[in-house]
Nanobody
Framework: QVQLVESGGGTVQAGNSLRLSCTGSGRAFSTYDMGWFRQAPGREREFIARIKWDSTNTYYVDSVRGRFAISRDNTKNTLYLQLNSLKPEDTAVYLC???????????WGQGTQVTVFS
């Protein structure tokens, strides 16, 4: 029902920032809770942040809390992830995903690469 496309990845020096975007197709985007995940080579996919469909609740894992900020603009069918104070260990493919509100993410983007060097 919803297709997701990430953008905004790139290669940056440690300490710098990036803003990732995830654009969803169709009017259904605004009814979904959204999450950001990342996957580094040789590692399992890792959940990092989520946001309620109406932006009334957000959550971050400890490794990114205080550095990353999740937000969304439902009028634009777009989810964002602001990545600040980037570290080399943040290097990964970042993916967005949509959930109907039950904690299960049914739809996934293909990901955007973030590379951080020191």
């Amino acid at each position: 029902q919803v297709q997701l496309v990430e953008s905004g990845g790139g290669t940056v020096q440690a300490g710098n920032s990036l803003r990732l975007s995830c654009t969803g197709s169709g009017r259904a985007f605004s009814t979904y809770d959204m999450g950001w995940f990342r996957q580094a080579p040789g590692r399992e996919r890792e959940f990092i942040a989520r946001i309620k469909w109406d932006s009334t609740n957000t959550y971050y894992v400890d490794s990114v809390r205080g550095r990353f900020a999740i937000s969304r603009d439902n009028t634009k069918n777009t989810l964002y992830l602001q990545l600040n104070s980037l570290k080399p260990e943040d290097t990964a493919v970042y993916l967005c995903a949509a959930s109907p509100g039950n904690g299960v993410y049914d739809y996934w983007g293909q990901g955007t690469q973030v590379t951080v060097f020191s």
